[in-house]
């Protein structure tokens, strides 16, 4: 089955830097790779999601990247405010396999 | 109301006890999971159903048992449950393959 490697676990930054969340998965047949934010106490909601046919895909202040030859894939918040301190996931496959997720912490 | 929804939103049970976890959603999504979210595991995937009737296990499926006779509802049962199924549950639905999936509110389980 597909395994997802999520790095950093923790990531702290001062507001309006960048900040960039990396993943690795394992099964070469997978082409969908999103990405889902979840606020504390709440439910994880897809922020951006990218597919193979695409390397790179931007929406506002977040952009992801796919690298389908290094099976790596990778979340860009640039310019970060402190509402998107968050823990964020990325996943693989078409049954969603999580990565462990990153705490960004964004000080205000 | 529309969407997913999951019952209850905690809850407290002994050890040994079956108890039962509730997933409905209005969408006639094609695709349901449920996943354990545990400090430091993410989100594991536990059981999950490609249509009525079609249930295929995850990556934690040991100690739970699923079933999907409706479109819409796709409970999670614990047959006895142990302490290390303490843990928060959420159920999604996505409407086809490689799709976003919709995440219901989570349930909160303690067992004791």
């Not at chain 2, 409706?70 to 086809?96: G, I, M």
Request: net charge neutral; with cysteine.
């Amino acid at each position: 089955g597909e395994n997802v490697e999520q790095h950093p676990s923790t990531l702290s930054v001062q507001e309006g830097d960048s900040a960039v969340i990396k993943c690795t998965y394992s099964d070469s047949a997978s082409n969908y790779f999103p990405w889902y934010k979840q606020e504390l106490g709440k439910r994880p909601q897809l922020i951006i999601d990218i597919r193979s046919n695409v390397g790179e895909k931007k929406d506002q202040r977040i952009a992801v990247t796919l690298n389908k030859t290094a099976k790596h894939f990778s979340l860009h918040i640039t310019e970060t405010q402190p509402e998107d301190s968050a823990v964020y996931f990325c996943a693989a496959n078409y049954i969603p396999t999580f990565g462990r997720g990153t705490s960004l912490i964004v000080h205000p | 109301d529309a969407g997913i929804t999951q019952s209850p939103r905690y809850k407290i049970t002994e050890t040994g006890r079956q108890v039962t976890l509730m997933c409905h959603q209005t969408w006639s999504h094609s695709y349901m999971f449920w996943y354990r979210q545990d400090l430091g595991h993410g989100l594991r995937l536990i059981y999950y159903s490609a249509a009525a009737d079609i249930t295929d296990k995850g990556e934690v499926p040991d100690g739970y048992v699923v079933s999907r006779s409706k479109t819409e509802n796709f409970p999670l049962t614990l047959e006895s449950a142990t302490r290390s199924q303490t843990s928060v549950y959420f159920c999604a639905s996505s409407p086809d393959r490689n799709t976003e999936a919709f995440f219901g509110q989570g349930t909160r389980l303690t067992v004791v």
